[in-house]
Structures are given as structure tokens and as C-alpha cells.
């Protein structure tokens, strides 16, 4: 089940931004890079820095995942 991005104040997605991918707020970094580079072993502060986001920033969407992913909901299947 995919996470609705749309409850999550950190992103946003513009149709002329990236084909309306979701990225971080007021940036045109998408929110799938950030898991693509963990899941590769990158660490939140190396995305920081390659992306020039703040780590703060990838932080409160990795929370927003992780709650989403322990709601009621998400465990339906």
C-alpha cells in the first residue's frame, strides 16, 4: 500500500515540477531519491549534503513514513 504523500506537510507535488513528482517542499529534490540512497547505505547527513537539503528536512519525512507504515490502515492488506 503506498503512503499518501498528500497528508505529509514536508512535500509537495507540482505538475510542472519534476511530472508532479513528490518532492521535498520548495525544492525539486524527489522523496525517492532519499530512500533509493539509505536503502543503497547512505546516511540521512550524506544526503543532506549531496542534495544541499537539510537534514532536518529528510527527517521529518522519514517519520511521516514511518507513522503512516504503523497506522491502522497500512495494516490492512
Do not use: H, K, Y
Not at 508532479?20 to 530512500?35: E, I, N, Y
Not at 549531496?50 to 522519514?62: A, D, K, M, N, S
Amino acid at each position: 500500500m503506498p503512503l499518501d504523500w498528500s497528508q505529509c506537510p514536508f512535500v509537495e507535488s507540482v505538475p510542472e515540477r519534476l511530472s508532479g513528482a513528490w518532492v521535498f517542499r520548495d525544492t525539486r529534490m524527489p522523496v525517492s531519491v532519499v530512500f533509493e540512497n539509505l536503502e543503497a547505505g547512505a546516511t540521512v547527513e550524506e544526503i543532506a549534503e549531496w542534495f544541499e537539503i537539510l537534514p532536518e528536512q529528510i527527517r521529518q519525512v522519514l517519520d511521516f513514513a514511518a507513522r503512516s507504515l504503523q497506522s491502522p490502515a497500512a495494516m490492512i492488506r
